[in-house]
């Protein structure tokens, strides 16, 4: 089995940085960010869980255009770790922020870290 485990959350001032990271652990982890397209989502209170971003094995990376151009999605293979780099912070983003990794029928999900924008 495989876990992932996202770290980088915090409090942020409007305009600021966060970088967000997942890795994956466990016993078939070890090829796991090179295998699986790995995903960020992120759920506000009252809202549906919405993707952001994901890259796939090839190294293909996509957005939603709520965060095209102030996010960027990357990995390092070797680390089992992938990235959320988040600039120019807004009062919008304020969420729980989840890593996904999904291959054929296998979907594996963290348990996410908070992110708060806010003056």
């Known amino acids: 089995q495989v876990q992932l485990v996202e770290s980088g959350g915090g409090l942020v001032q409007p305009g600021g940085s966060l970088r967000l990271s997942c890795v994956a652990s466990?016993?078939?982890?070890?090829?796991?960010?090179?295998?699986?397209?790995m995903g960020w989502y992120r759920q506000a209170p009252g809202k549906q869980r919405e993707w952001l971003a994901s890259?796939?094995?090839?190294?293909?990376?996509e957005y939603a255009d709520s965060v095209k151009g102030r996010f960027a999605i990357s990995r390092d293979n070797a680390k089992t770790t992938v990235y959320l780099q988040m600039n120019n912070l807004k009062s919008e983003d304020t969420a729980v922020y989840y890593c996904?990794?999904?291959?054929?029928?296998?979907?594996?999900w963290g348990q996410g870290t908070q992110v708060t924008v806010s003056s």
């Open positions: 466990g016993r078939s982890s070890g090829r796991f960010t090179s295998l699986y397209a």
């Open positions: 890259i796939r094995p090839s190294g293909h990376t």
């Open positions: 996904n990794g999904q291959r054929s029928d296998n979907n594996y």
